[in-house]
């Protein structure tokens, strides 16, 4: 198994503003993803992050709102640029195991004001 | 587009089976069958998953009809704990596609 660390586990920020999410993992991996999941919906891919490789963006998801970074096969970041109310939602990120199982974090919880 | 189908909620009695089904007509031959659920305020944990054979560890059983058309988790004897929103998954690659789930709640 994996256990990931996320930072922070919750903030409040002003509309305009960026938020970097960091994702920490206790082994190296190849693969990290993150989620956002938006009030009261299910989980949505935002982007696949690998190391040494610009980040792959799901459709509706851009780099220059969701900048992304993975320095290292044991750490990324993800950051929320020029928030707006509609960017208050939980972020997770996510590793592949070793068995085919996914691990997640405990996400980050955004609030936007 | 959605590739499963699961019952919205179900309620469930403390230390009795709870029977999840999950439809996914459309699964491809190479698309693995993949259960996670989610407790409230944490990450989805990981259940269990499989291709064509029943599958079973120590959280859950899986069973997979022979035409893979559908499939059903099931909880042994569920306790308050498992209450959570269950998502039924199908695919192939490295990418999760979470549906709505279902919500399960145990009651005592």
């Known amino acids: 198994s994996a256990v990931i660390s996320q930072k922070p586990s919750r903030d409040i920020c002003q509309r305009g503003t960026s938020l970097t999410i960091q994702c920490q993992v206790d082994?190296?991996?190849?693969?990290m993803f993150w989620y956002r999941q938006q009030p009261g919906q299910s989980l949505t891919l935002i982007a696949t992050?690998?190391?040494?490789?610009?980040?792959?963006?799901e459709s509706g998801f851009v780099i220059d709102k969701f900048p992304i970074s993975r320095p290292n096969l044991t750490f990324s970041t993800l950051t929320v640029s020029n928030m707006s109310p509609e960017d208050s939602s939980i972020y997770l990120c996510?590793?592949?195991?070793?068995?085919?199982?996914?691990?997640f974090g405990q996400g980050t919880r955004l609030t936007v004001v | 587009d959605a590739k499963t189908t699961q019952p919205p909620s179900m309620d469930c009695a403390e230390g009795r089976a709870a029977n999840l089904p999950c439809n996914h007509s459309?699964?491809?031959?190479?698309?693995?069958v993949y259960w996670y659920r989610q407790i409230h305020s944490q990450g989805p944990q990981y259940i269990i998953h499989?291709?064509?054979n029943n599958e079973t560890n120590e959280m859950a059983s899986l069973i997979i009809t022979e035409d893979r058309k559908s499939s059903t988790l099931i909880l042994p004897h569920a306790t308050l704990r498992d209450t959570a929103v269950y998502y039924c998954?199908?695919?192939?690659?490295?990418?999760?596609?979470f549906g709505a789930g279902t919500t399960v709640t145990v009651r005592a």
């Open positions: 996510s590793v592949d195991g070793t068995v085919a199982e996914a691990f």
């Open positions: 082994s190296q991996v190849t693969m």
């Open positions: 992050a690998n190391q040494g490789s610009e980040a792959t963006y």
């Open positions: 459309t699964i491809s031959g190479n698309e693995y």
């Open positions: 499989g291709l064509k």
């Open positions: 998954i199908v695919n192939s690659d490295y990418k999760l596609s």
